[in-house]
């Protein structure tokens, strides 16, 4: 069981980049994008359920980024738009099962992880 996620890099601020976080191995109930600033916790940042499709954001991100999935790929994606460079940060994706331990935003209750892929918003 492996989640991969990839597509960060540098951006401007104003500017855009879609994260893509690919499992494989087995499916999840829910997916999670994370994000850690250096110095700061690891905060939550978006979650889809895999079969509703249903989403929830942090306020910080709200009208900016969009978390999608495509099940027949078993991937899903953080579409990050007018970043800012409050953003800057490595982002990480999760997965997990239902029933969740923890409330659906928070990392614990989350058991598999991908790699983090950095984003830097900088001019």
């Known amino acids: 069981v492996q989640l991969q996620a990839y597509g960060g890099g540098l951006v401007r601020p104003g500017g855009s980049l879609r994260l893509s976080c690919a499992a494989s191995?087995?499916?999840?109930?829910?997916y999670g994008w994370f994000r850690q600033a250096p110095g700061k916790e690891r905060e939550f940042v978006a979650r889809i359920n895999r079969i509703s499709g249903r989403t929830a954001y942090a306020d910080s991100v709200k009208g900016r980024f969009t978390i999608s999935r495509d099940n027949a790929k078993n991937t899903a994606y953080l579409q990050m738009n007018s970043l800012t460079p409050e953003d800057t940060a490595v982002y990480h994706c999760a997965a997990a099962d239902y029933p969740l331990r923890y409330g659906p935003d928070v990392a614990g209750s989350f058991g598999f992880w991908g790699q983090g892929t950095q984003v830097t918003v900088s001019s």
């Open positions: 191995g087995r499916t999840f109930s829910i």
